[in-house]
């Protein structure tokens, strides 16, 4: 069974750096790019970046490039999100999901990451 | 960047009702092009993926049509479990997603 599942709910202070995973089973981790998702409360979906776990090759949103970082440990089958100092507004839930050449659109999702930046 | 819209905004529907959602996309995206729908509190779900392909497990009742820059998602006759947000999504450059179609009660 494909499972992406995600790291725990996080509540960090503005300026705080902070990382959170998707660990890919049930399938051959290198052979899907996992992309992230952000979801403000109460917004729509934005796609934030996407990865190669087999090379770590990137690519970012212009809206995003820069803000995060985006990477992979294919020994682990885990792709990461992190910032290195969050703002309030990176308050939202933020998912992961897979995709490839083949299958292009995103086939599986992990269940969300809500991430809480609050003084 | 391509832009996509989605119209309505919210539509509200009842029970048997037939439903048309369309999105379209700033400059032509072939058929890359996939629909989701999301409840509250959970991941999307892929619904259509190249404008028209149904989804292993997804109800017949869902389909996707269009090419180019325009492109629908119907609901043949609306079930209880489909009130939820749809979102179209172009994935011809990079990615982006419409900003949503809400399917509530009537």
């Known amino acids: 069974e494909v499972q992406l599942v995600q790291s725990g709910a996080e509540v960090k202070k503005p300026g705080e750096s902070l990382r959170i995973s998707c660990k890919g089973s049930?399938?051959?981790?290198?052979?899907?790019?996992i992309s992230w998702v952000r979801q403000m409360p109460g917004k729509g979906l934005e796609w934030m970046g996407r990865?190669?776990?087999?090379?770590?090759?990137?690519n970012y949103s212009p809206s995003f490039q820069g803000h995060v970082t985006i990477s992979a440990d294919k020994s682990i089958s885990t792709a990461y999100l992190q910032w290195s100092s969050l703002k309030a507004s990176d308050t939202a839930m933020y998912y992961c999901?897979?995709?490839?050449?083949?299958?292009?659109?995103?086939?599986?999702w992990g269940q969300g990451t809500l991430v809480t930046v609050s003084s | 960047d391509i832009q996509m819209t989605q119209s309505p905004s919210t539509l509200s529907a009842s029970v048997g009702d037939r439903v048309t959602i369309t999105c379209r996309a700033s400059q032509s995206i072939s058929s890359w092009l996939a629909w989701y729908q999301q409840k509250p509190g959970k991941a999307p779900k892929l619904l259509i993926y190249?404008?028209?392909s149904l989804e292993s497990g997804v109800p017949s009742r869902f389909s996707g049509s269009g090419s180019g820059t325009e492109f629908t998602l119907t609901i043949s006759s609306l079930q209880p479990d489909d009130f939820a947000t749809y979102y179209c999504?172009?994935?011809?450059?990079?990615?982006?997603f419409g900003p949503g179609t809400k399917v509530d009660i009537k």
């Open positions: 049930g399938y051959s981790f290198t052979s899907y790019w």
């Open positions: 190249k404008a028209s």
């Open positions: 999901a897979r995709h490839n050449y083949d299958r292009p659109h995103f086939d599986y």
């Open positions: 999504q172009q994935y011809n450059s990079y990615s982006t």
């Open positions: 990865i190669d776990p087999s090379d770590s090759y990137t």
